[in-house]
């Protein structure tokens, strides 16, 4: 199949590469067998003693059927257990990075190196909605010719904690409640706050947390962070410190908090139907891969430490460098083979990539592979398909579970004459540890290098847009509304005041807490970084966006037909809706197809609503509460609205006020992502067409006056 831009679809792909993977099958024609492949003429009734009697043990078939499925679930995974994967590719752009690392899929534009991706929320269990407040997995297995690297990250720069060994304390905290299992997925609950009023160091993370970021609108839209600094290591054995970025071509937008919380019930599955959808149907995501670069000699030139993972290295003191491209152009076939046993480890690193001393880094070290041994059973994981490295695989590792491979020969040991020396050691590219020289006493104790927690959540606050801040206000409101022990509310908003008092004093009003004694404190700092902020980021293109046409009997069609193909033109995703799913008649006599019924859809999943003219139609939709409801939504929410003719008034009584001026001034008019046209004579023009792909490009229209935040 080829879709309208003329690209090959993912279903054509696999239909492809089915013939290259040997493990890919799908159903065809033989006839079903057991596990034996004894065939099987009867899967419907189980073997017994006549009609009504007994079944019987012998019954090989009902048996070895129901066993199967009762050994159908491996453990979920204890954070990020819910994710959507996609495999694709990454491209270096130019080699300008060979003078610090010999990796070499990051350094040769010759080579295009397989990637598998997965995407995730982290506190929710595997069935929980994707549209929670929650930091995002961003997780990324290169398999390049040196073997496997896993760039395991996030789509936040900093993390909660500073030491590993806190991470148990840190997920009990923010995972229901041990005694009642409540709630689920959310981090508005007191364990959570309170674990957070004892430790300051989550505060950064905290404030990430209570912005948009943690609202990603897809995740084709997220940043990704490798979050550590890791090491770069070049041909001379020469390190180097690194942080990684993935920056999405589609920019990074969030929804607003009340969608969220709405989209959780009437599609669960918003991201990764998003993510599915984009590269089923050809608009294939991109990031592009950015480091930051720091020399060894200027480990101490910060005012923060490098190895502290609550911070970040501000853009503006280090720029970020573009490496390459990642696509992502292939959907699994098999969630749980593909997306469910993929075992990342960042201690999966290939020559010219270390590690540095980090002690979050540390412990992900040891977690990530004793996490697979008890999810995957044992440990032969990497030969499932998904985990398989593409380079060749020779050591003498035997048995345990799900071993797959038959090893021929006598000899499973080193050093051996027997078996002829095999495998021999490697002397070229081979994968040698960094050298680095450490000494000191062996204590339990943090550097004090790691002690501020406040100045980095001032600088991420002092880079927010207004409406940002706002949400920011809003989402700590929220949260802390919902803990119950009122002490907890009261100790974190005393953090935020060594943060900024402002915050403090924005966030108390909401919670009754008084805060004016701080009022007199200086913010932490008064730096800013605008790299932090995401209003403005993408390159205009609508890849997937959606919009939805409110239409009934009535409506005038060429306008409809017009405003389809521009938004189509740039990659957006038109969606008619009628009262039923069934054709409507226009208003020159003709029909128009219908692609949902309204009372099956929200506005919470679109990006915009266009509204067309046509008096009639006008009629009946006024007289359809969802549509109504519909509207007024996708206002509240500061969405681009198109309005036409008679569609304009219609806009005003949903909303409730005149948002859009109605005469005939025969221009189109845009206010604050509103853009109305009246008396085209059936003919929008170009201005018109500009204007509303242009709003919906902006994602947003932040300026409009609209009450959706506590101020
Ligand atoms: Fe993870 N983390 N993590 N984490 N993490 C897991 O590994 C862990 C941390 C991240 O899609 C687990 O296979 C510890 C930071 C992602 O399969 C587990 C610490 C970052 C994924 C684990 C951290 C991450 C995981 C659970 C503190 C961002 C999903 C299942 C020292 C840089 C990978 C699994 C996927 C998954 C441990 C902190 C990212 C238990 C101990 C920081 C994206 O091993």
Redesign the pocket.
């Known amino acids: 199949m080829v879709d309208q831009q003329g690209r090959r679809t993912s279903r054509e792909r696999d239909a492809k590469d089915v013939q290259l993977e040997p493990h890919r099958r799908r159903r065809d024609q033989s006839p079903l067998t057991t596990d034996q492949g004894v065939r099987v003429g009867d899967t419907d009734n189980a073997l017994r003693v006549g009609d009504r009697g007994p079944t019987l043990l012998e019954d090989f078939h009902t048996r070895e059927k129901i066993t199967h499925f009762d050994h159908e679930r491996i453990p979920e ?4 257990a819910r ?1 959507a994967g996609a495999y694709g590719r990454f491209r270096p752009y130019d080699d300008w990075l060979r003078e610090y690392t010999v990796a070499e899929h990051l350094v040769d534009p010759e080579v295009e190196t397989p990637v598998f991706v ?1 995407f ?1 929320t982290v506190a929710g269990s595997r069935g929980s909605a994707d549209t929670v407040r929650d930091v995002r ?3 990324t297995k290169f398999y390049t010719q040196q073997g496997n690297h896993d760039l ?3 789509n936040f720069p900093v ?1 909660f904690i500073q030491d ?1 060994i806190k ?1 148990p304390d840190l997920v009990h905290a923010v995972k229901p409640e041990p005694h009642n299992e409540i709630p689920q997925a959310q981090s508005a609950h007191d364990t959570l706050w309170d674990f957070v009023a004892q430790q300051p160091e989550t505060l950064h993370t905290i404030m990430w947390l209570m912005s948009d970021r943690a609202l990603p609108r897809s995740y084709r839209m997220m940043q990704g962070f ?3 600094t890791f090491r770069l290591v070049n041909a001379d054995g020469r390190g180097t410190f690194v942080k990684f970025h993935w920056t999405p071509a589609l920019g990074t937008h969030s929804l607003i908090w009340d969608e969220c919380q709405k989209v959780a019930g009437k599609d669960p599955d918003f991201n990764r139907r998003d993510l599915w959808d984009a590269i089923d149907s050809g608009q294939f995501p991109e990031w592009e891969l950015g480091v930051q670069i720091v020399p060894e000699e200027d480990e101490h030139a910060f005012d923060f430490d490098l190895l502290d ?1 609550t911070k970040i290295i501000p853009e503006e003191q280090v720029p970020v460098r573009p490496v390459g491209r990642m696509v992502l152009d292939r959907n699994p076939d098999n969630f749980f083979a593909e997306t469910e046993q ?3 480890h960042t201690a999966n690193v290939v020559p010219g990539i270390d590690f540095t001393n980090d002690p ?1 880094l540390q ?2 070290n040891f ?2 592979l004793d ?2 041994l008890i ?1 995957l059973g044992g440990p032969n994981f990497a030969q499932l398909p998904v985990n398989h490295p593409v380079a060749p695989v020779t050591h003498n590792q035997r048995d345990g579970y799900g071993q797959h491979r038959v090893d021929v020969g006598g000899t499973s040991y080193y050093e051996n004459s027997l078996g002829g020396g095999c495998p021999a050691l490697a002397d070229e590219g081979v994968f040698r540890h960094y050298t680095e020289r450490v000494e000191g006493d062996k204590i339990r104790r943090r550097s004090p290098s790691f002690d501020d927690h406040y100045t980095q959540c001032a600088l991420f606050w002092n880079s927010m847009t207004k409406a940002e801040s706002a949400h920011i206000v809003a989402a700590f409101r929220f949260e802390l509304g919902k803990v119950v022990h009122r002490e907890i509310r009261a100790q974190v908003v005393g953090h935020l005041v060594h943060i900024d008092p402002q915050l403090a004093a924005r966030v108390g009003a909401g919670l009754g807490i008084d805060v004016s004694e701080g009022q007199d404190r200086a913010p932490a700092t008064t730096g800013n970084s605008p790299a932090l902020s995401q209003v403005g980021t993408g390159d205009g293109r609508l890849d997937g966006r959606k919009v939805a046409f409110l239409v009934a009997d009535g409506v005038d069609a060429r306008p409809v037909e017009q405003l389809k193909a521009a938004l189509q033109d740039r990659g957006a995703v038109p969606e008619v809706l009628a009262a039923a799913d069934a054709p409507v008649s226009t208003s020159d006599g003709g029909t128009m197809d219908v692609d949902r019924a309204v009372s099956t859809m929200a506005s919470v999943l679109y990006d915009a609503v266009a509204i067309p003219g046509g008096p009639d139609a006008a009629g009946a939709l006024s007289r359809d509460g969802y549509v109504m409801h519909f509207i007024a939504e996708a206002y509240k929410h500061l969405k681009p609205i198109a309005a036409l003719d008679t569609g304009i008034g219609l806009l005003n009584s949903a909303v409730g006020v005149d948002v859009a001026d109605g005469t005939d001034s025969g221009e189109a008019v845009t206010i604050d992502g509103i853009v109305t046209q009246s008396a085209h004579g059936g003919e929008l023009p170009i201005g018109f067409l500009a204007a509303f792909t242009d709003a919906l490009a902006m994602h947003r229209a932040w300026d409009r006056a609209v009450d959706h935040i506590p101020a």
């Open positions: 995974r204890v954070v990020h994710g997965r995730s997995g961003f997780a395991v990250g996030n993390f590993g991470f490798g979050v550590h993972a993929v075992a990342f979050l412990a992900r977690s990530y996490t697979q999810r």
